[in-house]
């Protein structure tokens, strides 16, 4: 005669079955990324005048990302102003469907601008001739999204990048891969620069648009 199982554990057989069926589906929900290395903050890489430099930059989020750190290894004493571009990756991890409040401050007076995309699409741009710096509040499913914070320009200021429970105040993860740092050229780079001041804050007051303002 075949083995009976007892209740008990065909229960157990149930919830190890069900237990291992969620994680399975939370890491196809997240993607490809699901099972990589995570490195904290995001990563990219900086061009002059449409030329690679062989410099990185690391931005942990949530700092502020100062200028000084751009002018000073691409300015002149301020008066030889190229086209700099510096284009930064990762994701951003949301534990649940939540409202994300987004803090983006970039942007100077000669052209110089912030670009900041969430899941291929443009969330906004702030900087020369618009607000420099805002608070974008979305409505975010749960699960990893792609995160790409372009600063373009000459004359740069600080720069800041801060996702953020908008109940709570907590501070999201994000973060980016090895793979990231193999795409955008930092593994090779001459130097890579740890983005980021020794200010906490940002200095002005914030512009906070309608929710989940376009």
């Known amino acids: 005669m075949g083995q009976r199982h007892s209740p008990s554990h065909c229960w157990l057989a149930l919830v190890l079955f069900l237990a291992i069926a969620g994680h399975e589906a939370r890491s196809e929900d ?3 990324v699901a099972n990589e290395e995570r490195i904290s903050g995001l990563i990219g890489t900086a061009q002059k005048n449409g030329e690679a430099t062989g410099v ?3 931005y942990p ?3 502020v990302f100062p200028a000084g750190l751009i002018r000073g290894r691409f300015h002149d004493d301020e008066k030889d102003l190229p086209n700099v571009r510096i284009e930064l990756v990762g994701y951003v991890e949301v534990p649940r469907e939540m409202a994300v409040d987004i803090f983006h401050a970039a942007g100077g007076v000669n052209g110089d601008h912030g670009t900041l995309h969430l899941d291929g699409r443009q969330l906004g741009q702030v900087g020369d001739d618009t607000v420099k710096n805002v608070i974008y509040r979305r409505t975010l499913p749960q699960g990893i999204h792609e995160v790409r ?3 373009t320009g000459g004359l740069f200021q600080a720069n800041l990048l801060k996702f953020q429970d908008a109940e709570g105040g907590k501070l999201l993860t994000v973060f980016h891969t090895p793979a990231q740092r193999e795409e955008t050229g930092a593994a090779k780079a001459a130097e890579i620069v740890d983005a980021q ?3 906490e ?3 002005h007051p914030w512009t906070r648009l309608p929710a989940d303002h376009e």
């Open 61 to 63: 989020h949530g700092k």
């Open 149 to 151: 914070w372009v600063l």
């Open 30 to 32: 997240q993607g490809p």
């Open 56 to 58: 990185a930059y690391h």
């Open 197 to 199: 001041g020794d200010v």
């Open 201 to 203: 804050g940002w200095p």
